[in-house]
């Protein structure tokens, strides 16, 4: 099974910060990496697909880098609705997995 | 636009049984592979359970198999999982979602709102 860690486990920034999110693999999963967002009482919504591509709607602010075992999103400008959990999952083999989020904060 | 609905969750004591649904629509339900996800209290995603179109290509977690069964009536546009021998550590918001990427793994552009099951005697 493919492990995903996610760090930090807590960014504290403030609005218009630049915030930097990491996804580790436990082994390769070329560039089969996804990235969620999810806020409380919501169900996580898909930012970027297959480790660079965005998802229908999301805003330019949100880029998605990396390929084999090492990944990041980088949120270019924190707006207010950017403070939430972050998700990354793989589908490079079954069973499919998530990281253990990154919580991004109001510093 | 797309949307997707789940129901049946609820407070089951450990041992008993619950079925979920999950209506889809604004899309072509019969087309997609759909999936099952779960939250636990506090925590992560964990997926459950994956259904290709047609209902013949099936996996499971390792965590529910023998115990859950995914199904679907594309008649109906709609996705089940009966849930039998529940225990406390399936107690969770479950949420159905449409799958992508299809041909290696999965990942999900549509998730519904969730349906919460607790498990607790």
């Known amino acids: 099974e493919i492990v995903l860690t996610q760090s930090p486990a807590t960014l504290s920034l403030s609005p218009g910060q630049r915030a930097t999110l990491s996804c580790r693999a436990s082994?390769?999963?070329?560039?089969?990496l996804s990235w969620y967002q999810q806020k409380p009482g919501q169900a996580p919504r898909l930012l970027i697909y297959?480790?660079?591509n965005r998802a229908t709607g999301i805003p330019a602010r949100f880029s998605g880098s990396g390929s084999g075992t090492d990944f990041t999103l980088i949120i270019s400008s924190l707006e207010p609705e950017d403070f939430a959990v972050y998700y990354c999952?793989?589908?490079?083999?079954?069973?499919?997995?998530f990281g253990g989020g990154t919580k991004v904060e109001i510093k | 636009q797309v949307q997707l609905v789940e129901s049946g969750g609820d407070l089951v004591k450990p041992g008993g049984s619950l079925r979920l649904s999950c209506a889809a629509s604004?899309?072509?339900?019969?087309?997609?592979?759909m999936i099952w996800i779960r939250q636990a209290p506090g925590k992560g995603l964990e997926w459950v359970s994956y259904?290709?179109?047609?209902?013949?290509?099936?996996k499971y977690a390792d965590s529910v198999r023998g115990r859950f069964t995914i199904s679907r009536d594309n008649a109906r546009n709609s996705l089940y999982l009966q849930m039998n021998s529940l225990r406390v550590e399936d107690t969770a918001v479950y949420y159905c979602?449409?799958?992508?990427?299809?041909?290696?793994?999965?990942?999900?552009?549509?998730w519904g709102q969730g349906t919460r099951v607790t498990v607790s005697s």
């Open positions: 979602a449409r799958c992508r990427g299809l041909g290696n793994g999965a990942y999900f552009d549509y």
């Open positions: 604004g899309f072509s339900f019969s087309e997609e592979y």
């Open positions: 259904i290709s179109n047609d209902g013949n290509g099936i």
């Open positions: 082994q390769s999963v070329s560039n089969y």
């Open positions: 297959d480790a660079f």
């Open positions: 999952q793989q589908r490079s083999n079954w069973p499919l997995s």
